[in-house]
């Protein structure tokens, strides 16, 4: 530890650390726009400017490290006065257009602009145009609001691992954009959106579906469907002030309903009948084709996408299953209509997702069933939150609802998929009944769970043992994959979210302030988690295979796991 002074108090602090940690530890507040713990400490926006005893210019509180003795004033005339210039400075290259703007009301630079007491803008002259970007369906680009943070960079670089973005032309005029200033569509991109969740203004955001979903729901002819993520259960009440890691299943439910959709579903149903398929997969490679191991959920479409990008020999190693939310499209458009009479092509499928890839997802040329598109829309959380906005509904007071038959009863099992490790331990609860015969005694498997980025493991299924890897965020999935290749580490099984955390820490999910991005810690990625393992430990069905509706679904139209109605409809390829 060293002492150091702030602000006319001394404060004992660790060693290593830079002033502005220092300062935020002992709730000293020091602005910054650019910094991200651990990924982004650049110092270039010098919004965390601070006074430091013995320099005469002031310096970047993020990049100069504490020592003992050292003095710091954080709120002179002249930090303020520097602050406030730097943001104007931004501002007056902004399209300042924030009362019509996606991120109004959470926008960091707009909040910046307020503390700061910033009321004109004295800079004027030409805005440069920089364009807006967005030739595919999930995340699009506004240069004209880009700050040049780096946040995205950052991200993009050291967590995923994707190298989208990089500083083009030179000084004054440098943006940070993909390469030749591309659409994202065109470069290896993988539509996690984890760079939207970085960037403090509208810079990036998902590409918004919600007019286009207000029209179908209002449209008679139309039998409109909503299926909700897992995760979306544990992350939407925080859009409407509620604590980070509350339950509200019911209150959305019941929200879906007053928007005026005609059906609202749980994903998780099929996240169950998701680890059948796969279940049974895992066993048929490890009986019969154990060349074709490790094999590697798919239900990740970011994970997905980073694989034909960076590891197309992998390909035929991942699980041929759809995911969950593309399951239950199909379904909905084929044995639910059947069931209940309905048209299939009257049948919109709107997906809730956690995640921007979805939308991508939902786009692929090979996601649909008897010609029809498996999932219509898909609406990030966020864009649901706005939704319910629009139309006043008071979330927090909601009474909580049931999901609607035949997608209404999951496990605790088909839960957990929303957090890192969820899938792979619901697919072991699975596995231990098919490959042993008997139920697990305790369905727990805690190795699974936490946010270490990379997991390895073994779990003894009776006289077999498999072996397992748990990989989120892609850069440590590139780990894994090094590591098998160059014969260091073998795995039976690996599962992949893309994002860190899993769908909870999704590319759609409620964005927080930088200050809550503790990328090392993810805590607020952890609450999330920790909420689905509550309810999962509270349910009575708690493994896939014991879901009554999963069982009726393979009664009444599948037949059995990898039968040839479900490799029809659920089980797809994929391309190089
Ligand atoms: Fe996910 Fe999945 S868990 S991918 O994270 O397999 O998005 O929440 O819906 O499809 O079920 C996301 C979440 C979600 C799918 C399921
Ligand atoms: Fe989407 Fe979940 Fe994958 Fe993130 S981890 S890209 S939210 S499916």
Same mark, same amino acid.
């Given at each position: 530890?060293?002492?150091?002074?702030?602000?006319?108090?001394?404060?004992?602090?660790?060693?290593?650390?830079?002033?502005?940690?220092?300062?935020?530890?002992?709730?000293?507040?020091?602005?910054?726009?650019?910094?991200?713990?651990?990924?982004?400490?650049?110092?270039?926006?010098?919004?965390?400017?601070?006074?430091?005893?013995?320099?005469?210019?002031?310096?970047?509180?993020?990049?100069?490290?504490?020592?003992?003795?050292?003095?710091?004033?954080?709120?002179?005339?002249?930090?303020?006065?520097?602050?406030?210039?730097?943001?104007?400075?931004?501002?007056?290259?902004?399209?300042?257009?924030?009362?019509?703007?996606?991120?109004?009301?959470?926008?960091?630079?707009?909040?910046?602009?307020?503390?700061?007491?910033?009321?004109?803008?004295?800079?004027?002259?030409?805005?440069?145009?920089?364009?807006?970007?967005?030739?595919?369906?999930?995340?699009?680009?506004?240069?004209?609001?880009?700050?040049?943070?780096?946040?995205?960079?950052?991200?993009?670089?050291?967590?995923? %691992?994707?190298?989208?973005?990089?500083?083009?032309?030179?000084?004054?005029?440098?943006?940070?954009?993909?390469?030749?200033?591309?659409?994202?569509?065109?470069?290896?991109?993988?539509?996690?959106?984890?760079?939207?969740?970085?960037?403090?203004?509208?810079?990036?955001?998902?590409?918004?579906?919600?007019?286009?979903?207000?029209?179908?729901?209002?449209?008679?002819?139309?039998?409109?469907?909503?299926?909700?993520?897992?995760?979306?259960?544990?992350?939407?009440?925080?859009?409407?002030?509620?604590?980070?890691?509350?339950?509200?299943?019911?209150?959305?439910?019941?929200?879906?309903?007053?928007?005026?959709?005609?059906?609202?579903?749980?994903?998780?149903?099929?996240?169950?009948?998701?680890?059948?398929?796969?279940?049974?997969?895992?066993?048929?490679?490890?009986?019969? %084709?154990?060349?074709?191991?490790?094999?590697?959920?798919?239900?990740?479409?970011?994970?997905?996408?980073?694989?034909?990008?960076?590891?197309?020999?992998?390909?035929?190693?991942?699980?041929?299953?759809?995911?969950?939310?593309?399951?239950?499209?199909?379904?909905?458009?084929?044995?639910?209509?059947?069931?209940?009479?309905?048209?299939?092509?009257?049948?919109?499928?709107?997906?809730?997702?956690?995640?921007?890839?979805?939308?991508?997802?939902?786009?692929?040329?090979?996601?649909?069933?008897?010609?029809?598109?498996?999932?219509?829309?898909?609406?990030?959380?966020?864009?649901?939150?706005?939704?319910?906005?629009?139309?006043?509904?008071?979330?927090?007071?909601?009474?909580?609802?049931?999901?609607?038959?035949?997608?209404?009863?999951?496990?605790?099992?088909?839960?957990?998929?929303?957090?890192?490790?969820?899938?792979?331990?619901?697919?072991?609860?699975?596995?231990?009944?098919?490959?042993?015969?008997?139920?697990?005694?305790?369905?727990?498997?805690?190795?699974?769970?936490?946010?270490?980025?990379?997991?390895?493991?073994?779990?003894?299924?009776?006289?077999?043992?498999?072996?397992?890897?748990?990989?989120?965020?892609?850069?440590?999935?590139?780990?894994?994959?090094?590591?098998?290749?160059?014969?260091?580490?073998?795995?039976?099984?690996?599962?992949?979210?893309?994002?860190?955390?899993?769908?909870?820490?999704?590319?759609?999910?409620?964005?927080?302030?930088?200050?809550?991005?503790?990328?090392?810690?993810?805590?607020?990625?952890?609450?999330?988690?920790?909420?689905?393992?509550?309810?999962?430990?509270?349910?009575?069905?708690?493994?896939?295979?014991?879901?009554?509706?999963?069982?009726?679904?393979?009664?009444?139209?599948?037949?059995?796991?990898?039968?040839?109605?479900?490799?029809?409809?659920?089980?797809?390829?994929?391309?190089?």
């Amino acid at each position: 530890k060293v002492t150091i002074n702030i602000d006319g108090k001394d404060y004992q602090v660790p060693k290593g650390i830079s002033v502005l940690e220092a300062a935020r530890m002992v709730n000293i507040e020091i602005p910054s726009l650019c910094y991200l713990k651990d990924i982004n400490e650049v110092g270039t926006c010098r919004v965390c400017v601070v006074e430091i005893e013995g320099t005469r210019n002031l310096q970047a509180s993020c990049v100069y490290p504490v020592r003992e003795g050292l003095k710091v004033r954080t709120n002179t005339e002249r930090v303020r006065r520097a602050r406030k210039t730097a943001v104007t400075l931004l501002l007056s290259n902004h399209n300042r257009e924030c009362t019509t703007c996606i991120r109004n009301l959470n926008c960091e630079l707009q909040n910046l602009a307020d503390s700061l007491g910033i009321r004109n803008i004295p800079y004027t002259g030409e805005k440069k145009d920089y364009g807006f970007f967005d030739n595919n369906p999930a995340i699009q680009r506004d240069y004209n609001k880009c700050i040049n943070c780096r946040r995205c960079m950052a991200i993009c670089n050291k967590i995923q %691992e994707c190298y989208v973005y990089s500083p083009l032309n030179r000084g004054l005029n440098t943006i940070i954009a993909p390469a030749f200033q591309k659409d994202l569509s065109e470069v290896s991109c993988i539509m996690c959106g984890q760079c939207v969740l970085a960037c403090p203004t509208a810079s990036l955001t998902e590409k918004e579906y919600i007019k286009e979903v207000w029209e179908v729901i209002s449209d008679s002819n139309k039998h409109v469907v909503v299926q909700t993520a897992p995760s979306i259960q544990v992350t939407i009440g925080e859009e409407f002030g509620m604590p980070v890691g509350s339950f509200v299943a019911g209150k959305l439910v019941a929200a879906l309903r007053r928007l005026g959709f005609d059906k609202v579903f749980a994903t998780d149903v099929t996240a169950d009948l998701t680890i059948l398929e796969e279940g049974n997969e895992l066993m048929e490679r490890v009986l019969h %084709e154990p060349e074709k191991l490790p094999l590697l959920s798919s239900c990740c479409p970011g994970w997905v996408k980073y694989a034909e990008h960076f590891y197309p020999e992998f390909l035929p190693h991942l699980s041929s299953t759809k995911s969950p939310h593309e399951m239950c499209g199909a379904l909905t458009k084929t044995w639910y209509a059947k069931k209940y009479g309905i048209d299939p092509s009257t049948i919109v499928n709107v997906a809730i997702m956690p995640c921007t890839a979805k939308k991508y997802e939902a786009a692929r040329p090979e996601m649909e069933s008897d010609g029809y598109r498996n999932v219509d829309y898909v609406l990030t959380t966020r864009e649901l939150a706005r939704m319910i906005r629009q139309v006043g509904i008071d979330f927090v007071n909601l009474p909580d609802e049931e999901y609607d038959e035949p997608f209404d009863q999951y496990s605790g099992a088909g839960m957990i998929f929303g957090a890192t490790g969820g899938v792979l331990e619901a697919a072991v609860r699975t596995a231990h009944k098919l490959i042993t015969g008997d139920e697990m005694p305790v369905p727990d498997y805690e190795d699974a769970r936490g946010l270490r980025g990379l997991k390895y493991g073994k779990v003894n299924l009776g006289d077999r043992t498999i072996t397992i890897a748990i990989a989120h965020g892609t850069g440590n999935a590139k780990k894994a994959l090094e590591a098998f290749k160059s014969g260091e580490k073998k795995f039976d099984y690996m599962e992949v979210m893309a994002c860190p955390g899993g769908c909870v820490g999704g590319g759609g999910q409620p964005i927080l302030s930088s200050r809550d991005y503790k990328y090392i810690s993810l805590s607020y990625r952890h609450n999330r988690a920790d909420a689905l393992y509550n309810v999962d430990r509270g349910k009575k069905i708690r493994r896939s295979h014991e879901n009554p509706r999963v069982q009726q679904i393979y009664k009444e139209f599948l037949g059995e796991p990898l039968s040839v109605v479900a490799k029809k409809y659920l089980h797809t390829t994929y391309v190089e």
